[in-house]
């Protein structure tokens, strides 16, 4: 939408419908801190322009982390919650963006010296690439990508970009290998993206978008990777499996799904245990210590079996997903 929108406000650049759709859909575009200028131009313009102008440049005030601006826009936006059951319904949502940014105001007082280096063109490409998992001995990477080499050739039509692929790098004397994508059997014509990765790089799991989406196992044999294989009726449901890891020992995996049947909120974290079969047992719920109500995603365990991170829109998040760790202890998390 946005291309057609710059266009005509190129030559009707006061109005204040034109200004409101411009910056709401930059607020769900990729440039998002686009967004505040032309919402702060609709509302000098015409303050009543839409009935939640003022909760939408909230978000943007919020994801720029402006974080008093926000919080006075979602309170300007309350205000005009008159009707109860607009305000029960709406409520809820404002008062958690609203207790996000009090959570960011605290936390960026106190920051931690990080360095985040670029891993460099043998891995990464002018398309989108994520996910990235290493063997223990780091000398492994898998990754998901969309780029145009991807398997089949095919376009996602709902974001338009290319179906997602698994790539795979080598660590020689220190340096990563050009990255290459693993073909198939591993890759498929439908989205295929890594998960978790074995310690001993020797098995991962993959995330295929069939039936909603269900995830995969594959294993090195030689030097060849076998054909994935579907998990059983206990991780796989008709719902949505997006992701998992394995546990150091390779005897659990932890994964993610939305499955309404024993979850806590949108997406939860669940462990499965192989029985003496090697068969992958019934999940479990990770419980209330580490989902929420919220969305939890992207569930890691580091190699020292006891330490767990994982992201969430729940817990003390300073907006939309954060990462949290979670340590085991004394036989609990």
Known sequence: ALDPYLAAN?????NAVLNYKIGKAYLYSNYK???SPFLEKSLQLNPIVDPKVHFVLGKAYHLDMQWDKAIAEFKAFQATLTKPEEAALLMPEVNKHIEECLTGKELVKKPL???IDNVGAEINSQYPDYGPVISADESVMLFTSRRPNTT????DPFINEYFEDIYISTKINGKWGIAQNMGKPINTEDHDANSGLSADGQKFLIYIGKNQGDLY???LKGDVWSKPEKMNKNINTDFHESSACYSPDGKSVYFVSDK??????SRDIYISQKDEKGKWGKAINMGPTINTQYGEEGVFLHPDG????????GHK?????DIFKSVFENGKW
């Open 317 to 321: 998040t300073m907006g939309g997903y």
């Open 113 to 115: 010296r990080a360095f």
């Open 217 to 219: 196992e594959a294993e």
């Open 33 to 35: 801190l686009k967004s």
């Open 152 to 155: 089949g050739g095919g376009i």
């Open 260 to 265: 309404p049947d024993g979850g806590l909120g």
């Open 306 to 313: 006891k330490t767990m991170y994982f992201s969430s829109q």
């Open 10 to 14: 190129k030559f009707n650049p006061n």
